[in-house]
T-cell receptor, first 114, second 114 residues
Framework: DVKVTQSSRYLVKRTGEKVFLECVQD?????MFWYRQDPGLGLRLIYF???????EKGDIPEGYSVSREKKERFSLILESASTNQTSMYLC?????????????FGEGSRLTVL | DAKTTQPPSMDCAEGRAANLPCNHS???????VYWYRQIHSQGPQYIIH???NNETNEMASLIITEDRKSSTLILPHATLRDTAVYYC???????????????FGQGTRLTINP
């Protein structure tokens, strides 16, 4: 089975802490994505990457950074967590050029910032 | 990307066909229609996509009107496990080497009743 694995299902952090959310995929996909999901706002794209060391801003990149040092791993970093970053974070991957346009999602990481 | 309009919620009896509508009246000629669903506490799951012809796979059927301004996702024999939020997304097929960036709206909350 294809798999996207997110390192933590639930995290609780304090305001100002640095937070790392890790995502690993075992499908050799070129593209990886980070979304956040909030009630009433749906899924919003934070950052995406189409190759190792490449990154592109999504719709809401402020307050976040990303790292893609290896093809299978895409990390989301909150340099100084704030309460408005309390959310469900979803990682996804997709192969380049695949005609289905299918994204494979992980199960999500629910972050609470106190 | 064209915007979509979906009813916020629907109910369907177990064993019946669930028909989920989506309006995308501003769709352009090179934009595809994608459907995803999200079961509670899980990441979204790809269901099906199409351009102008009707499509069917093991999960569902997709009916796109001739003018392409609306579509219907059909789950032929709904089960309790089909209870989820269903997202209709319209997106241009990515250029070679491009990343598949999908914008999720609010979706339809489908409840399958025993």
């Amino acid at each position: 089975d294809v798999k996207v694995t997110q390192s933590s299902r639930y995290l609780v952090k304090r305001t100002g802490e640095k937070v790392f959310l890790e995502c690993v995929q075992d499908m050799d996909h070129e593209n990886m994505f980070w979304y956040r999901q909030d009630p009433g706002l749906g899924l919003r794209l934070i950052y995406f990457s189409y190759d190792v060391k490449m990154k592109e801003k999504g719709d809401i990149p402020e307050g976040y950074s990303v790292s893609r040092e290896k093809k299978e791993r895409f990390s989301l970093i909150l340099e100084s967590a704030s309460t408005n970053q309390t959310s469900m974070y979803l990682c996804a991957s997709s192969p380049r050029g695949r005609p289905t346009g299918e994204l494979f999602f992980g199960e999500g990481s629910r972050l609470t910032v106190l | 990307d064209a915007k979509t309009t979906q009813p916020p919620s629907m109910d369907c009896a177990e064993g019946r066909a669930a028909n989920l509508p989506c309006n995308h009246s501003t769709i352009s000629g090179n934009e595809y229609v994608y459907w995803y669903r999200q079961i509670h506490s899980q990441g979204p799951q790809y269901i099906i996509h199409g351009l102008k012809n009707n499509e069917t796979n093991e999960m569902a059927s997709l009916i796109i009107t001739e003018d392409r301004k609306s579509s219907t996702l059909i789950l032929p024999h709904a089960t309790l496990r089909d209870t989820a939020v269903y997202y209709c997304i319209v997106r241009q097929y990515p250029l070679a080497g491009g990343a598949q960036k999908l914008v999720f709206g609010q979706g339809t909350r489908l409840t399958i009743n025993p």
